[in-house]
């Protein structure tokens, strides 16, 4: 069996070094392993030799075995995903108390590490450890939808406690959202087999109720006949060869034939057919749907008919492909002999960011679910526009062209307090920054220790990261009202208050003290927190950092875990994962660490901001050429 290669390129990421240090090695030491294949220009070598070579140099950074295991398995399968899913099957067989009848022969070397792993984190815990490097962007791993863009679309669709089809499943993205909101069996269909695999393997290790078929679901619906309580789909973009020809009088054009021209309208129309009178579907789609002349026939229909109820712009980059604001398409099945809705509701979220614009979408959609003939409207935001209107000569259901404007006095009144706000911010900025000189040589030659050598000093307590349920607790409880709100990862990143509820799925609920530090263990950087207020829970995959307050202060430990160099020595290969524990901090009296601390405090306060800064200058820039387009305002001393 050939042993997995690796590029000159990959050897200085494994190494942590640039290329050029690759380039000497090779040069300068006669033992270094020789090019196995490749070209000239680009030589591959023997992953395990490299390994060897560099652990013999010391220049191999020490990895969990986590990271180790999925970057042989990278290296060593035809494909990530179905190396994954040959580990997947491993794995469930050993949480099923057997052992897979078949090996794949590539894999055999790495049965120690699958099975270290799962004894360190049990098979679940193995797989999705995994799942998380698999989901990082990178070679031979298709985009996925991402959680937050997920979370989203199975909020709109309402799941609840019922059924969730997904026609398009991918790696289960969505599916594995729909069993985060509480989904109580969850069926998907995906084209290439690999990936239908992993979907399924993860419902099977997650003991969820389900099935994922393979094969494409428009010329081979594995699902014909059976209703669900909502569809939410990503379905592929702009297919040229999507079976028009041979689907012509299929039963599923519940609205009308489906043109050659709009393979989208056909995946509308197949989510549908699989929705119970009543029941939500949720797709994303491509903006150009919403008013390509070909579609105008079905997307009056939809309309007419009491289906269509919302058409959503998401803010760009939230999906694959990044540059193009998509939209969202939110249709609840009309019973044939209900009067439609009056209205329907159009949402121009496309400025601003996912995280930011999510709740309030969702909290503007459920006011208007919950009283279609309602008249919402939130002036560049949302409009429940009537379906007359909608009805025109070109069916164009673009939210931003069916917004109304902010114009007249509030325009310029708001463009006023912006321009106020902002210049206040700014005439802050030099007293924010903390005030530094550059340090004697041998004061910046103190010595270092890690946190995890902290925490088995007794400096500090590491907690987490905990982990949440599949679904809510057995009970089917949520609590609200009074319940402590949680921190989520998202907060974390985002800079913001806790907004995540407690319902039921954390498996440990730990409460946040004032002067604990969190750092997300997802993220592309090392992030870390101080926080300032009690009365908030630790969410899921969140480290919790508690220092002793005599050995340590937690703004000098904070602004230390976000320095550069520990950016490189905490993340993963995959530039997903943190491991706080390898975080380096300096050894400093306490009375030090707190001038230290007081500056980075400084320092975060002065970012925050910068960041208010530019978000206030953008909104300055809009809103005076808005002004100045529509004839609101006028330049001083022109035509009034």
């Known amino acids: 069996m050939e042993n997995p290669t690796i590029t000159a390129a990959e050897i200085a990421r494994l190494a942590g070094v640039g290329r050029a240090a690759v380039s000497n090695w090779r040069k300068r030491h006669p033992d270094f392993p020789a090019p196995v294949g490749g070209t000239t220009a680009s030589p591959e070598f023997d992953l395990i030799q490299v390994e060897q070579w560099l652990r013999t140099q010391g220049k191999l950074p020490e990895l969990a075995t986590a990271d180790r295991l999925w970057r042989h398995l990278a290296a060593a399968s035809d494909s990530p995903a179905a190396g994954l899913a040959a580990v997947g099957a491993l794995l469930l067989a050993r949480q099923r108390g057997s052992r897979s009848a078949s090996i794949d022969a590539q894999l055999t070397p790495l049965l120690p590490d699958v099975d270290a792993l799962a004894d360190e984190l049990g098979p679940q815990g193995a797989f999705d450890e995994l799942w998380q490097r698999f989901s990082a962007p990178g070679p031979g791993r298709p985009f996925a939808t991402p959680d937050d863009l997920a979370d989203l679309m199975i909020g709109l669709a309402n799941v609840g406690g019922g059924s969730v089809l997904d026609p398009a499943a991918g790696s289960g993205a969505i599916l594995r959202a729909a069993v985060r909101a509480g989904s109580t069996s969850v069926y998907g269909q995906e084209l290439y087999d690999d990936l239908a695999r992993l979907a399924g393997l993860w419902l099977a290790l997650h003991d969820v109720p389900g099935e994922v078929s393979t094969g494409d679901s428009l010329r081979a619906d594995a699902f014909a006949g059976r209703a669900v309580d909502a569809v939410v789909c990503h379905p592929p973009f702009g297919a040229t060869n999507w079976g028009d020809e041979e689907l012509g009088h299929d039963p599923r054009w519940i609205v009308g034939t489906t043109p050659r021209t709009e393979p989208e309208l056909a995946w509308v129309q197949h989510a549908l057919a699989h929705l ?13 749907v919403a008013s390509r002349r070909a579609g105008k026939r079905i997307r009056g229909e939809l309309l ?203 498996l440990e609920r730990v409460p946040l003290m004032v002067g604990d530090v969190v750092v997300p263990v997802a993220a592309r950087q090392l992030i870390s927190r101080v926080i300032t207020s009690d009365g908030v829970l630790l969410g899921a995959h969140l480290y919790l950092l508690r220092p002793n307050p005599a050995a340590l202060d937690p703004w000098f430990m904070a602004g230390q875990l976000r320095n550069s160099a520990n950016d490189k020595q905490t993340t993963s290969l995959s530039g997903s994962r943190v491991d706080v524990r390898r975080a380096q901090i300096r050894r400093l009296p306490l009375d030090e660490q707190r001038a230290y601390g007081d500056a980075f405090q400084r320092l975060i306060a002065f970012e925050s901001a910068v960041a208010e800064v530019g978000s206030l200058s953008a909104e300055l820039v809009r809103l005076t050429a808005d002004g100045l387009a529509t004839g609101a305002l006028h330049p001083v001393g022109g035509a009034k």
């Open 276 to 288: 119970r009178v009543g029941g939500h579907a949720v797709l994303l789609m491509p903006p150009t």
């Open 304 to 506: 007419r008919r009491g289906h269509l109820r919302a058409v959503i712009a998401l803010p760009p980059g939230v999906a694959a492909p990044h540059g193009v604001p998509l939209h969202l398409w939110v249709l609840r099945r009309a019973a044939t002999d209900a009067p439609p809705p009056p209205r329907a509701l159009l949402i121009d979220a496309a400025n601003g960011d996912l995280a930011d614009t999510a709740p309030r979408v969702l909290a503007t959609w459920r006011t208007f679910a919950a009283a279609p003939d309602g008249d919402v409207e939130e002036a560049g935001f949302a409009r429940a526009v009537p379906v007359i209107e909608l009805l025109d000569e070109e069916v164009d259901l673009t939210p931003a062209r069916r917004q109304p404007a902010v114009v007249g006095e509030a325009s310029g009144e708001h463009l006023v307090r912006t321009r106020e706000r902002l210049a206040a911010i700014v005439g802050e900025l030099p007293a924010l920054l903390p005030q530094v000189m550059a340090a004697p040589t041998e004061a910046s030659a103190s010595g270092t220790l890690t946190v995890a050598e902290l925490a088995r000093t007794g400096a500090l307590q590491v907690i987490g990261p905990i982990r949440s349920a599949a679904s809510r607790a057995e009970d089917g409880s949520v609590t609200h009202g009074q319940a402590p709100l949680v921190l989520t990862g998202r907060d974390v990143v985002a800079g913001v208050d806790a907004s995540g509820d407690d319902d039921g799925t954390l």
